[in-house]
């Protein structure tokens, strides 16, 4: 069963300082999708990143990469240059092509989330 | 371009109630999926719908419900309230349907306390 592991449930990190945030996940699939979403207190859910599982380049989107190594199963997001702005819950998910409902879905499996926070 | 607007914003409930929660996508999709968020479970995908139909459900017993309108509003309905249904409940709504790299675009969510 497909699966999204995040280990750290919260994080700090130096305003300019880049952070990694960590995802692993698990699936039988060789066509899936991995999104990183930034969640502010706001409760809204806001999309950062996206990295197929047959791009052959990490994803980048201005100060957010995604460290792709498809055969550790693991999708690291980077951000670089923190900024207090980025102070909230970064989830991992994953979307598959599955065989259920007769092809892929826009279901996402979410990781359990880490709590970022950037120090002055 | 208007987002993804989920009304109400905040609903407190008694057990044993019935309450309908709206979703209006981004104008012009009409894929829309629901989430259940909670500190013990964590998001959890409810179901989605895509022109009118429902395409994929999740774990949930069969007093959650949904529906999609012409209009690819969608309003998710849960019967006989239970204290473990207070959540945020997130609608997102996509352009598309089966594209692997379709992005899902968020409301702001629905908090329901029941109580």
């Known amino acids: 069963a497909q699966k999204i592991t995040q280990t750290q449930p919260g994080m700090f990190v130096q305003e300019k300082e880049a952070v990694t945030l960590d995802c692993t996940y698990d699936t039988s699939d060789q066509s899936y999708g991995l999104f990183w979403y930034k969640q502010p207190s706001s409760g809204e859910m806001i999309f950062l990143i996206y990295?197929?599982?047959?791009?052959?380049q990490n994803a980048t989107e201005g100060r957010y990469s995604l460290n792709f190594q498809k055969a550790r199963k693991s999708a690291n997001l980077v951000i670089s240059a923190s900024q207090l702005g980025d102070s909230a819950m970064y989830f991992c998910a994953m979307r598959e092509a599955g065989e259920d409902y007769g092809g892929a879905t826009n279901k996402l499996i979410f990781g359990t989330g880490t709590l970022l926070a950037v120090q002055p | 371009k208007a987002g993804v607007t989920q009304t109400p914003r905040y609903l407190i409930k008694t057990r044993g109630q019935q309450v309908t929660l709206s979703c209006s996508p981004i104008s012009g999709h009409r894929s829309v999926s629901w989430y259940q968020q909670t500190p013990g479970q964590g998001l959890q995908f409810l179901f989605e719908y895509f022109s009118e139909t429902q395409r994929n459900k999740g774990n949930f017993p069969g007093r959650f419900s949904g529906r999609q309108f012409s209009n690819s509003r969608s309003e998710m309905n849960v019967s006989t309230l239970e204290l473990g249904d207070s959540a945020l409940y997130l609608c997102?709504?996509?352009?598309?349907?089966?594209?692997?790299?379709?992005?899902?675009?968020f409301g702001q969510g629905t908090r329901l306390t029941v109580v």
């Open positions: 997102a709504s996509s352009s598309t349907f089966r594209i692997m790299n379709t992005e899902a675009f």
């Open positions: 990295q197929g599982s047959y791009d052959e």
